[in-house]
């Protein structure tokens, strides 16, 4: 497995991420961000970028993941996410409500 290293504190000569870490998106969920560096051969512009993976929304249980370049990424619009996410709050308290009456 490849060791990845975690910065929690962004150089002042990088430019600042767009998106962030569990933000939903048109295409789904980022689970990663990455800058690569100016004149890296892995990023499109050689003034350094960011690069987001992205769980993808599937309906089944695989779970695919993307990479995509910050011009790519389509953030959802505030009714789009509001929608979403109060699906999602609905689903969950089904589970829990299946789950309370399994209780002894």
Do not use: F
């Not at 987001?52 to 599937?58: E, F, G, K, N, W």
Request: hydrophobic content about 35%; proline content about 6%.
């Amino acid at each position: 497995m490849e060791n990845l290293k975690i910065t929690s504190v962004i150089p002042s000569y990088w430019t600042v991420p767009k998106y962030s870490l569990g933000q939903r998106i048109k295409q789904g969920m980022i689970v990663g961000i990455q800058y690569c560096l100016p004149d890296n051969l892995l990023a499109e512009s050689s003034d350094g970028s960011w690069q987001y993976i992205v769980q993808v929304s599937t309906n089944n249980k695989d779970k695919q993941v993307e990479d995509l370049q910050e011009h790519e990424v389509q953030p959802l619009a505030p009714q789009e996410l509001r929608r979403l996410l109060t699906a999602e709050i609905e689903a969950h308290q089904r589970k829990m409500v299946v789950l309370t009456q399994q209780l002894p």
